[in-house]
């Protein structure tokens, strides 16, 4: 099992090398979020990696590719995921659910 500081030392490589040493880390009252940069509303918050333990946040944050945690992305409004192109308001999938 990797030990929590492992972890902060993945996080802390990971946020200097593509974010300017920024990682945003929160508890929240039954979970944790990871999100590289700093958050720039709700949906940044809402869409950040969780995980019922810091740990399994980490891991999923570390997982994921660099791109989607960029500010000024544009994010489906109902799941989360970063959107190409970005003049969309929801991805393809959650665009199909919506016609149903």
Same mark, same amino acid.
């Given at each position: 099992m990797i030990e929590y500081d492992e972890y902060? !030392?993945?996080?802390? /490589? &990971?946020?200097?090398?593509?974010?300017?040493?920024?990682?945003? +880390?929160?508890?929240? !009252?039954?979970?944790? /979020? &990871?999100?590289?940069?700093?958050?720039?509303?709700?949906?940044? +918050?809402?869409?950040?990696?969780?995980?019922?333990?810091?740990?399994?946040?980490?891991e999923k944050a570390l997982a994921t590719d660099p791109a989607y945690f960029r500010t000024g992305s544009s994010r489906c409004e109902f799941c989360g995921v970063t959107l190409h192109p970005a003049d969309n308001y929801a991805c393809d999938q959650c665009r199909k659910s919506l016609l149903k």
């Open positions: 902060m !030392t993945n996080l802390e /490589r &990971v946020a200097n090398e593509h974010f300017g040493g920024h990682v945003t +880390i929160m508890k929240f !009252t039954t979970n944790w /979020r &990871v999100w590289f940069g700093t958050p720039s509303d709700r949906g940044d +918050i809402q869409a950040a990696p969780v995980g019922k333990t810091f740990q399994a946040a980490a």
